[in-house]
Structure formats: structure tokens, C-alpha cells
Nanobody, 125 residues
């Protein structure tokens, strides 16, 4: 798997952005794909994850109801639709892949073996 994240940028509070994570080797079907974020001076935190084959999803409490993770098989892409953005959502967002499909939780960054480069999201008030 080779991950490429994109779609970040500046946005005003209450606005929306859609992040994309693409696998250039087209092997997403073997993985759980997650989004994490890291704000300056803070630890990397889990945002959302999706198991490619089952489309089972998981979300951090802080983004439930505002963010939606999905995948497009034709585009071989995982999306993170972010609505009602808040200044506290400002961070570098990373996508990652975990090749263990069955876990009790997908929220630990150490479980993910492959990482894309980050994309900056900046939400202004």
C-alpha cells in the first residue's frame, strides 16, 4: 500500500472540507484505513476508520455526527467528509493503513503500519 492524502486547506468555522486518501498500488481491500490528526504541541489522535471490505466504520467521539468516512472502490480512495468544522479541528491530518482486519478497536496509531504524508486543515473562527 502506498498512501497519498490530499484535500486540506483553510476554512472558516462551520464550513466543510473533504479529505482524500488514495492507494497508488490499489491494495486497499486488504486493509483498515484510518484518519488521524495532530495539532501543534499535541499527540496524534484518532479521527475515524473504515474496513474496506465490510465498510464497517469507527469514529472518535469528538467528530461523531460531523465527520463521515467512506470509500470509493472505483476511485480506490477513502474520503473523510468534514462538516461543521470547528477551530479545534485544526491539525495535520494523516491517513494510515492497518493490515489486521479484525480488532476490538482501530483507534491506536501504533496499530497502523503504513502512513501517508499529512494534509493541513486550518479552521478559523
Amino acid at each position: 500500500v502506498q498512501l497519498q492524502a490530499s484535500g486540506g486547506g483553510p476554512v472558516q468555522a462551520g464550513g466543510s472540507l473533504r479529505l482524500s486518501c488514495t492507494d497508488s498500488r490499489r491494495t486497499f481491500r486488504r486493509y483498515v484505513v484510518g484518519w488521524f490528526r495532530q495539532a501543534p504541541g499535541k499527540e496524534r489522535e484518532f479521527v475515524a476508520a473504515i474496513q474496506w471490505s465490510s465498510q464497517h466504520t469507527s469514529y472518535a467521539d469528538s467528530v461523531k455526527g460531523r465527520f463521515t468516512i467512506s470509500r470509493d472502490t472505483a476511485e480506490n480512495t477513502v474520503y473523510l467528509q468534514m462538516n461543521s468544522l470547528k477551530p479545534e479541528d485544526t491539525a495535520v491530518y494523516y491517513c494510515a493503513a492497518d493490515d489486521t482486519l479484525i480488532r476490538s478497536s482501530w483507534s491506536k496509531s501504533t496499530q497502523y503500519d503504513y502512513w501517508g504524508q499529512g494534509t493541513q486543515v486550518t479552521v478559523s473562527s
